[in-house]
């Protein structure tokens, strides 16, 4: 299988793993930006692939840029034909030491891409939903804290 990656700026990184289990690979910005708490700015990763037959992606948060930094991503799913250049939408949130402003420079890892499978369902509308005993309406916080 092959993730087809294309640079398409001098500043691009093809996506990585660090370490040989990874599920994510570590997408990297080529544009540096300067965000205050709570702006939502779109990055460039300078780079459009095309995803293996079957498969999706889905756009997630580094561990250490939500911890550490602040920043979670956005939005962040990537269907099966999308081939134009990958985009991360950050948002920076803060953390309990943050200053008025946090940058990112070229070159930051800034999200991770996790290939999904494709899987495709009928929709059908129907007039009853079936409800298993186990669960019921069951919803946040239905089992407990």
Known sequence: MELRVKK?????????????????????????????????KL?????????????????????????????????GVIDNGYCNEVKVLLTWVGTSTSGEYEFIPVGDKIAQ????????????????IIIPDSRGHGGFGSTGK
Not at 113 to 123: E, M, Q
């Open 43 to 75: 990055i460039r990763t300078g780079i459009e692939m095309n995803l293996p037959e079957g498969f999706g992606a889905i756009i997630k948060d580094r561990s250490s840029m939500a911890f550490k930094r602040g920043f979670r991503v956005s939005a």
């Open 8 to 40: 398409i700026d001098g500043y691009a990184k093809l996506p990585e793993r660090a370490h040989p289990g990874d599920l994510g690979y570590d997408l990297f910005s080529i544009e540096s930006a300067t965000f205050r708490i709570g702006e939502t």
């Open 113 to 128: 891409l996790i290939l999904v499978p494709l899987y495709i369902a009928n929709v059908v509308e129907v007039d009853t």
